[in-house]
């Protein structure tokens, strides 16, 4: 049985799912054994890829994970999927649909699909996504997808995450390609039009071309030729070329240094936003909510009601 977090620990660095699963619902409950799992494991953490997944709502990225995924098995690596599920009014029942897309991987044991909501846990989806990121690292699964639909904040911090960014882009959008914020559209790495069965795949082709175009000038930086790709996830075509694409991005992220530079940023960006959390909270606690209030009532402004709570938390400190 699973009882203790050590064995939890054992357990999932055996790859075991049983306790793989335990541990990530320690870790969002917030149950301290979460943490000492963690402990216990990190040492083993940081083979794994981190491979983002992106786009406009309904572009097909469940879709092209699912098919991507078969391609890796048939490879004989071991895939794990965080599907982050947006509640959003676009899609409604994402995660259930995710599901679906997915079952076909559901009884095998190279595959860990594992779906976030991020309805009402704003700024916690990043934590819970780089906590089940570490968790299928120490698993050993050899690449971790993260999907995120690329429309908000919150997304564009996970593809900060990611060693690799794929976007994923489909025609008839239009102008609506600019939807995909510009800060994605600098942090991709390889590109994919997909649905290009669909009309007007070779106009949003073109528009793509000349966009990675112009930021290869303003960058200047050729070291990684970004691919542009094409793809038909719902009949599987163009995944064998992404897996490839993706593959080359990790040798070449090796080559340059950028894999460890990469997982640096990373964890550096984990232990600031923890540190920004529980200063937080703990500055709030020592009534900060009074404080608060003297700002909705405008007797206070937020900058010096800030240099209020800080000065509270380091008398505190102090103590
Ligand atoms: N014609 C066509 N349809 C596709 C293709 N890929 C996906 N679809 C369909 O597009 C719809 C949306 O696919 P999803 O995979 O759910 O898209 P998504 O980007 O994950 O959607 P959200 O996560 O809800 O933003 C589904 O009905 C798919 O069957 C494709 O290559 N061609
Ligand atoms: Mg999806």
């Given at each position: 049985m699973l009882r203790s977090p050590a064995e939890v620990a054992q357990g999932l660095l055996a790859g075991d799912i049983a306790a793989g699963a335990r541990a990530i619902r320690w870790l969002d409950d917030r149950d301290r054994r979460g943490a000492e799992v963690l402990a216990a494991i990190y040492p083993h953490t940081g083979r794994a890829q981190v491979v983002g997944v992106t786009g406009p709502p309904g572009a097909g990225k469940s879709t092209l994970t699912d098919a991507l995924v078969a391609e890796w098995r048939r490879r004989g690596q071991r895939v794990g999927v965080i599907a982050v599920d947006p509640s959003s009014p676009f899609t409604g029942g994402a995660i259930l649909g995710d599901r679906v897309r997915m079952s076909r991987h559901a009884l095998d044991p190279g595959v860990f699909i594992r779906s976030l909501g991020t309805r009402g846990q704003a700024g916690g989806l990043s934590r819970s996504t780089q906590d089940a990121c570490l968790i299928f690292d120490a698993m050993g699964y050899d690449i971790v997808l993260v999907e995120t639909v690329g429309v908000g904040q919150d997304e564009i911090d996970v593809v900060n995450l990611a060693h690799t960014t794929v976007i994923v882009a489909v025609p008839g959008l239009g102008d609506e390609i600019q939807a995909v914020k510009a800060g994605l559209m600098e942090a991709g790495d390889i590109f994919v039009v997909n649905?290009?069965?669909?009309?007007g795949h070779d106009a949003t082709q073109r528009q793509m071309e000349l966009m990675l175009h112009l930021r290869a000038q303003a960058v200047g930086d050729l070291r990684w030729d970004v691919p542009l790709l094409r793809a038909v996830a719902s009949r599987g075509e163009g995944a064998a070329a992404i897996v490839d694409a993706i593959a080359a991005h990790r040798s070449f992220l090796d080559q340059e240094g950028d894999f460890a530079s990469r997982s640096h940023l990373r964890a550096r960006e984990q232990v600031l936003s923890l540190v920004r959390d529980a200063l937080a909270s703990r500055a709030l606690d020592l009534s900060g909510e009074a404080i608060l209030q003297q700002v909705e009532s405008r007797r206070l402004d937020p900058y010096a009601a800030a240099d209020r709570i800080v000065a509270l938390s380091e008398k505190s400190a102090a103590a």
């Open positions: 649905k290009a069965d669909r009309d």
